[in-house]
């Protein structure tokens, strides 16, 4: 449980920092900059909650959340120039947030007895909706629908989820390894670029 | 039933495929084209059940509606081309989706006892804010904004629906009408380019 | 409770002016201008419900704020230029507006017996989210982002909300001088032009 802890803390506060440069991108000012990151953090639980009806959402009721953002707010405005230079250390952490909110998002659909499919939707909107709702929320059209690896990781993930959950791999390990199979596959498609095809690339603005 | 639930694959799909082509040109990959899809299609049901606390939403819950946008969106990616060629056909399923929605957001309102205007629009904004938030996450200003006939022609089935039922009507034929209504009306809009007005058409750039 | 209805349609017609005025800056039709105004006015309580269930949302149970919205998009509308010489008159609205619903969200927070701090919360996405879907749905960054004291103007009024509260002070007169206190510091922080800082404002484009 420590680890777990852990683990939700690592994630939110790099969903945060990642949240605090998109705004600082856009220039906007601390109150907004503080928003951005709570919305890339939190938004994506957030989304899921209302879709599903668990309200009012958990952030009204329990602040460590929002506390965590807040820091990584103040962390990611004050130390941008040295934190960017540890950009492998937050595309590590934004890894192992990707891959906690999945399952996260996964153990929410399981708790309301929903079908798989469900439950990779719920881990995946968990995960990346954040994003989307950051993304447009900067008049930006969200990342994840453009160079969609990110969204289809936590998909991937998710499948691994059921299918050591139906092969009797008890519920702890097969969080562990869905978690690890995201943040392993992530780091393996930045690496290497990966990214699913889009169908008009005959033309000549196919490379964006 | 068994039309029912042709009519209702029908609009899905008709949406799904609008929805495929607004990805498409902005060229996003095929998960990014799918989500569009999907919210174009069963976006404005969605709204509606969260503004209605009809949750979890109903494609969590149940693929159909799913499988059909998936569906639409391959054979939109695939057969682009073709596709728009068949333009008016297009046009003529858009509109049975545009009136089928519309029914659909009436009768959830007339299940909760509600009065005719909330009826009318939910109706509205299940048939029409799948685009509109389509719109939004594209970085467009909603289309529906911009050129209202669309919107206006769900709340005229929704005036000609509750007509017919103070005039003891019985309720399938209210439904028919209704639909036809729309179906029809938003036909001779798009022909005869029927538009409201803006106010500020005295102004130079009022042609938009 | 007379007075407290002035003040809640006189916020309402406010906001909803607001909107449509920025809804007309897009050249938007007479129903997209409608739903800005909409979104301006209702859309920060309508997403304060949603996150906390408190649904259906009330504006499709009552009426009477929708009416407020639409009579207000109609004198926007007829009578812009007339009402853009009167700008003080409608700071001086707005800022009521402003205060009026941040009061209103701190009150729903105290009724679910939420923390302080929930409850400020929900009084600043209140008075303020509703001009940030506006923005959002015009492909703006939302406004307060960018010059916050607006929705730091709600949080400071949230803070003598409680503090006052703590003193015992009874709860009609901590409402009244927190909405005094909103008015106040909005009408001084236009005037004195404040703004919150941002951290990049030693690079060259800081002037934005």
Redesign the interface.
Known sequence: MESLKTIEIIGTAAFGIAGTFA??E????????F??AFITALGGG?LRD????E???KW??E?SAGFVVLMSTIVG??F?SAIKNFHNVLLFFDSIGLGFFTVVGIQT?IS?D??P??CI??GTITACFGG?IRD???????L?????IY??TCILGGAVFFLLLKLNVPIMPVEIICLATIVVFRLLSVKFNW??????KTEK??S?
């Open positions: 705004a600082m856009k220039k906007l000012d601390v109150f907004g900059t928003i951005i957030t209302v879709l599903i009806g309200v009012p959402v009204l009721l602040f405005l004050l941008k659909g309301l929903m079908h499919i469900s939707a719920l989307v447009i929320s900067l008049s930006n059209i969200p994840i629908f453009q160079k969609e969204a289809t990214h699913l095809p889009r169908i008009w603005s196919a964006q």
